[in-house]
Nanobody
Framework: QVQLVESGGGLVQAGGSLRLSCAAS????????MGWFRQAPGKEREFVGC????????YYADSVQGRFTISRDNAKDTVYLQMNSLKPEDTAIYYC??????????????????WGQGTQVTVSS
């Protein structure tokens, strides 16, 4: 089992940048593929991107491709979400999640047994 804590959210103007962090504790972080999701008020939870546990390959939703970058530091048990060129429609609570899949990309919440509490990102126009 792994515990996840997100940080780094806040208020930013459109066009700005934020970097979210997700610190893991418990079972070995390197054993988990990590995903980022977001949920805006009144909307379903949405896949943002993921990074695999073995090769560190990344995969992104079309809505953030080219603007967001996921990376991980296994020595620090942390995964990051660098968000650039932010838009008002990126406003949401952002969650990191951990899953044990390998060799594929998983974009459905059901593929991730472990979740953080979320961090709010607000982008003003």
């Amino acid at each position: 089992q792994v515990q996840l804590v997100e940080s780094g959210g806040g208020l930013v103007q459109a066009g700005g940048s934020l970097r979210l962090s997700c610190a893991a504790s418990g079972r070995a972080f390197s054993e988990y593929s990590m995903g980022w999701f977001r949920q805006a008020p009144g909307k379903e939870r949405e896949f943002v991107g993921c990074i695999t546990r073995s090769s560190g390959k990344t995969y992104y939703a079309d809505s953030v491709q080219g603007r967001f970058t996921i990376s991980r530091d296994n020595a620090k048990d942390t995964v990051y979400l660098q968000m650039n060129s932010l838009k008002p429609e990126d406003t949401a609570i952002y969650y990191c999640a951990a899953g044990t899949y390998t060799g594929i990309f998983v974009r459905t919440p059901g593929g991730y047994p472990y979740w953080g509490q979320g961090t709010q990102v607000t982008v003003s126009s």
